[in-house]
């Protein structure tokens, strides 16, 4: 009985101890433009860097500028050489502050979004 305790002991702090890796969520590693940066010229693409690889059809990308004009990539898709970066042709960009949002879906099924601003000088 006392053999049984001691494994029932051991499978439940391992569990306790898997369950923090279980519950992490993709995130949002890099970017380019950085976050928060100023840019000259405007960029031709946005590239955002996660901590997994991404579904997809899942992913969108918009970039809306300090008037509130949204533009939308001309095409979005993933990086060839890595499943993690979500890459996003945009259309021409005049100066201004611009604010990046996006959100995806991770190979794991959970939806993640976020958003970050950047500066065209």
Do not use: C
Not at 35 to 56: G, Y
Not at 110 to 115: A, C, I, L, M, Y
């Amino acid at each position: 009985m006392h053999i049984k305790k001691l494994i029932n002991a051991a499978l439940a702090s391992a569990a306790l101890a898997a369950a923090p890796a279980a519950l992490a969520h993709a995130k949002l590693e890099a970017s380019s433009p950085q976050a928060n940066s100023v840019v000259s010229p405007a960029p031709a693409q946005l590239r955002l860097q996660f901590s997994e690889p991404l579904e997809l059809p899942f992913s969108k990308i918009k970039l809306v500028d300090e008037q509130g004009a949204v533009f939308a990539p001309a095409k979005i898709g993933a990086d060839p050489a890595n499943a993690r970066v979500l890459v996003a042709t945009m259309p021409a960009l005049h100066a201004g502050a611009y604010r990046v949002q996006w959100s995806t879906v991770t190979r794991d099924g959970h939806k993640v979004k976020g958003e970050f601003n950047f500066r065209v000088k």
